[in-house]
């Protein structure tokens, strides 16, 4: 301490030379998370925010609890910084754990920290990330720590749909904590450094009898590809950050503010006349929509947020004439481009949070149907794909939707039909909009004049024919006013555009309620 005669100088001397010392924290701890692969969370946040914009709250916080040794040690921000910055000059909330300290473990003051800074993101209507590498509750101050979970929660889904919120995990994540990542908007994992799950393996071996590593239950890859829990995996975390960085610049601030726009370099009126030779006329031969879509969108450029789950469908995040829009697309290189379980999942999801930030929606159909199987049965197609139904038709964004092909049954009309409300529907001239395929439909509707033909093969395969003609021509849909216009595909760029810019206006009213009851 301090002389009593100490000047105002020498206080503000002490005062740097603390704050020195809590960033650089204890001796040997920098080092000790290089060796686990990790970076400190002062690295990140350089990472994360612009040069020189960070605004710490409450560094100097510590903790007040007292047993197991904790009131012999009580480091300086309690194992969490909070504060604010911006990305790309855009202000942004952020906290971010302290392995170095007690492990990232949340306690009572830590928790206090986080609610704090949740808060004032909420208050300012800007992002919020967070940074997450952290052992859990923190064991010593019981149900203290539980307690700050539960704040943390109710948090989160206060703020849902109304400010961005992306979850960054760069480090374990375990039991209760797992859940406020599952209630944020994005989540991002690095391989092999980052973990979550609900119960760790030695309790699934203890229980179970399964044997499994930490990256084997809950790791990056696992998560990307099987749970869908995780949006983005990277491979490492500066990779991981500077996509957190591109993603916000593709969000809004909050849900009163319109997404960023830039002024484009691509041509609005750009012709795509490689999009006649990407996607084949046979309606059962495969390609990559995904090139499609980079022929659509400004300068090639998309974000596909779960790009490994669920891949019989396409989410991503794009520009058209330098405005946002998120587009859905069936993925034909995937099950034929079907929709399933999973897939209805991940697009119901996708069109809600762009439906939340005011991102215009981009249908683009190529689906022969629902999956069918007894799996698919049993584990409730009904319930899943009426998640994707729900969202589009509770969607009051502009919406826009062109068949390149084939659209059949029930999946047609999900994948945001004029039907359910799509504002403008356009189809290519190779597009088939029918109950299903033609060769489905003869068999059903001629089955007693194929059986009873001398030639059941030239019957059928001449009823198909008739069927076709009669109701699956290109124009069947267009003239009866189930879609707008039939269009060159060199064109769908240029129409896509104009028609956002004509509906960027749009308003719609929903029904006075608390909120709906969408299927679970």
């Not at 994540?173 to 406020?180: D, P, R």
Request: with cysteine; net charge negative.
């Amino acid at each position: 301490m301090l002389r009593s005669g100490a000047t105002m100088r020498d206080r503000t001397a002490e005062l740097e030379a603390l704050r020195e010392e809590v960033r650089l924290g204890a001796p040997g701890a920098t080092e000790a998370q290089h060796a686990r692969g990790r970076l400190t969370v002062r690295e990140r946040l350089d990472l994360l925010l612009d040069e020189g914009s960070f605004h710490e709250v409450e560094p100097l916080r510590r903790h007040r609890a007292t047993g197991f040794g904790l009131e012999a040690k009580r480091p300086h921000t309690d194992g969490v910084v909070t504060g604010w910055g911006t990305v790309h000059g855009r202000k942004v909330f952020v906290y971010a754990h302290d392995f170095r300290i007690f492990g990232g473990a949340l306690g009572e003051a830590h928790a206090q920290k986080i609610h704090k800074i949740m808060d004032l993101a909420l208050a300012a209507g800007a992002p919020l990330v967070s940074l997450n590498d952290g052992a859990g509750a923190r064991i010593q101050e019981g149900v203290s720590a539980l307690a700050g979970y539960g704040g943390i929660f109710e948090r989160n889904t206060r703020a849902s749909g109304v400010i961005p919120q992306i979850s960054v995990m760069l480090g374990p994540c375990a039991g209760g904590a797992a859940y406020s990542p599952a209630l944020t908007d994005f989540v991002f994992m690095v391989r092999e450094t980052s973990q979550m799950f609900i119960t760790g393996p030695e309790v699934v071996e203890a229980v179970t009898g399964e044997k499994v590593t930490h990256n084997g239950l809950g790791g990056a890859d696992v998560h990307a590809e099987t749970s869908g829990v995780c949006h983005f995996a990277h491979d490492d975390e500066a990779s991981c950050l500077e996509e957190v960085r591109y993603l916000l610049s593709l969000l809004p601030s909050n849900n009163r503010q319109a997404p960023p726009a830039v002024v484009p370099t691509d041509p609005a009126d750009r012709r795509c006349e490689e999009l006649a030779d990407l996607v084949p006329l046979e309606g059962s031969r495969p390609y990559d929509m995904r090139a499609v879509i980079e022929e659509i969108v400004d300068d090639g450029e998309h974000m596909e947020v779960h790009e490994r789950w669920a891949t019989s469908i396409i989410c991503t995040l794009a520009r058209l004439g330098g405005q946002v829009v998120g587009i859905v697309a069936n993925q034909p290189q995937s099950l034929a481009g079907v929709l399933d379980i999973h897939s209805s999942e991940k697009a119901a999801r996708f069109v809600q949070m762009c439906d939340s930030f005011d991102i215009p929606l981009v249908t683009l159909v190529d689906v022969p149907g629902f999956l069918p199987g007894v799996d698919q049965e049993h584990g409730g197609i009904i319930r899943h794909g009426a998640k994707l139904l729900y969202a589009y038709c509770n969607a009051t964004v502009p919406r826009i939707s062109v068949v390149l092909r084939k659209a059949y049954g029930g999946a047609y009309i999900v994948m945001d039909s004029r039907s359910i409300g799509a504002d403008l529907a356009y189809a290519w001239p190779a597009n088939e909009i029918a109950v299903m395929g033609a060769e489905g439909a003869a068999n059903v509707i001629f089955r007693r004049q194929i059986a009873a033909s001398d030639d059941p093969g030239a019957t059928r395969e001449r009823l198909v024919k008739e069927y076709r003609a009669e109701l699956m021509h290109p124009y069947y849909a267009a003239e009866r006013g189930l879609v707008d216009d039939v269009i060159d595909p060199a064109d769908t760029r240029r129409v896509l555009i104009r028609s956002l810019d004509v509906l960027r206006e749009k308003h719609a009213q929903l029904p006075a309620r608390k909120h709906g009851n969408p299927p679970a």
